[in-house]
Every structure is written in structure tokens, then in C-alpha cells.
T-cell receptor, first 111, second 113 residues
Framework: QKEVEQNSGPLSVPEGAIASLNCTYS??????FFWYRQYSGKSPELIMF????GDKEDGRFTAQLNKASQYVSLLIRDSQPSDSATYLC???????????FGAGTRLAVHP | DAGVIQSPRHEVTEMGQEVTLRCKPI?????LFWYRQTMMRGLELLIY????????DSGMPEDRFSAKMPNASFSTLKIQPSEPRDSAVYFC???????????FGDGTRLSIL
């Protein structure tokens, strides 16, 4: 069974700090990796996607992928209270056309 | 560009009634996904379509649930008869291409009394 694991949190960080969100996956053949942000009562919103090993940066967000260790992470620099949300990691296993979602990590950024 | 459009946004109905949820994917997207989200079970994939054809319905809970996609711009998820345990937020998502991101609609919050 394909699995995606995330720490449910809450992860509490002070405003201005770096928030580090982690995700591990079971299928070694996974090809595509996505981070979604979900505010309470709202739908998941795409933040980042990454396909290759290494880092990918977009503004305050950096996605990191390590296929050998089967983990993907999301770093949020200069965290703001508006970043407080649940972050969902999603993985597309090899040979699948659907995503496997983790349960999400709740991030709380306090002033 | 318009995103994924779902209707209704909220639905409250009594147990035993038929419920129909609707979704219009992003134009040009050839994959459409139906999800259900609850606090207990998180985000669950119910069914997905490719080019209007159902590909994987293994997540559909039981025969009370059915989904159709009569054309590239419209899909329905139907529950008949509805039960209180069907109460959840139902999301529709679409994407183009195998490795492209999915984009979600705003969801339908369903309450079965």
C-alpha cells in the first residue's frame, strides 16, 4: 500500500522564523511531489511541486526532495501568522495517475 | 482563468434524500477527481476520470455513491439514499497531463440530518 506520512503537529514557530515541514513516502518509484496549503474551511491550494532531487525555491518557500531517503520537505522562511494553516504533502507513485495525500501538518505561527 | 467550479457550496438535507454534487473542471484539463474530507479520515479519493472515462472508483464507499462525467466540462457525484455518515466536505479537482498539479474547487459542505 502506498503511504505518505506527515507529523500532524501542531508545529508552532514564532513569527519571522523558518518553519520546516517534513513528509516521507513509501513508494520508491514515486515521480511527482506536491505541497498544498489548506486554511480552515477552505480548499487545498497548491504551494509548490517538485520532480527532481534537490531544492526548488519560490519566494519564501523552498521544497526539498531526497529520493534516496524517500522524503520531501517544505521550508517557509520569514514565517508570518498568515502562514498558519494545514500543509498537505501529496505524492504521485510510479505507474499511478492519482495522488496519495498525507494527513497534513498543522502549522501555527505566533506573533 | 476560471478555476474548478463546484455547486452547491452548502447542502443540508435529510437522511434518505438524493444528493447531487456538481463540478466543472478547468477548461482543457483531462483528469477529474472527486475527494471527500472529514476530520477523522482526512482527504480521501473517491473516483477519478480521464477523458470523461472513469478510471478508478475503488474509493467509492458503497453502491449508494455514483459518479458520471457526460462531457469534458461537467461531472456529478450522486448519493442515493444519503445517510448522516456521508456528512463531509466534497472536493472536485482537475489537472492536465500525468505530472501536472491538481487544482481544487472550493468544495461542497454536505450535512445529512
Amino acid at each position: 500500500q502506498k503511504e505518505v506520512e506527515q507529523n500532524s503537529g501542531p508545529l508552532s514557530v514564532p513569527e519571522g522564523a523558518i518553519a520546516s515541514l517534513n513528509c516521507t513516502y513509501s513508494d520508491r518509484g514515486s515521480q511527482s511531489f506536491f505541497w498544498y496549503r489548506q486554511y480552515s474551511g477552505k480548499s487545498p491550494e497548491l504551494i509548490m511541486f517538485i520532480y527532481s532531487n534537490g531544492d526548488k525555491e519560490d519566494g519564501r518557500f523552498t521544497a526539498q526532495l531526497n529520493k534516496a531517503s524517500q522524503y520531501v520537505s517544505l521550508l517557509i522562511r520569514d514565517s508570518q501568522p498568515s502562514d498558519s494553516a494545514t500543509y498537505l504533502c501529496a505524492v504521485k507513485p510510479g505507474g499511478y495517475n492519482k495522488l496519495i495525500f498525507g494527513a497534513g501538518t498543522r502549522l501555527a505561527v505566533h506573533p | 482563468d476560471a478555476g474548478v467550479i463546484q455547486s452547491p457550496r452548502h447542502e443540508v438535507t435529510e437522511m434518505g434524500q438524493e444528493v447531487t454534487l456538481r463540478c466543472k473542471p478547468i477548461s482543457g484539463h483531462d483528469y477529474l477527481f472527486w475527494y471527500r474530507q472529514t476530520m477523522m479520515r482526512g482527504l480521501e479519493l473517491l473516483i477519478y476520470f480521464n477523458n470523461n472515462v472513469p478510471i478508478d472508483d475503488s474509493g467509492m464507499p458503497e453502491d449508494r455513491f455514483s459518479a458520471k462525467m457526460p462531457n469534458a466540462s461537467f461531472s456529478t457525484l450522486k448519493i442515493q439514499p444519503s445517510e448522516p455518515r456521508d456528512s463531509a466536505v466534497y472536493f472536485c479537482a482537475s489537472r492536465t497531463g500525468q505530472h501536472q498539479p491538481q487544482h481544487f474547487g472550493d468544495g461542497t459542505r454536505l450535512s445529512i440530518l
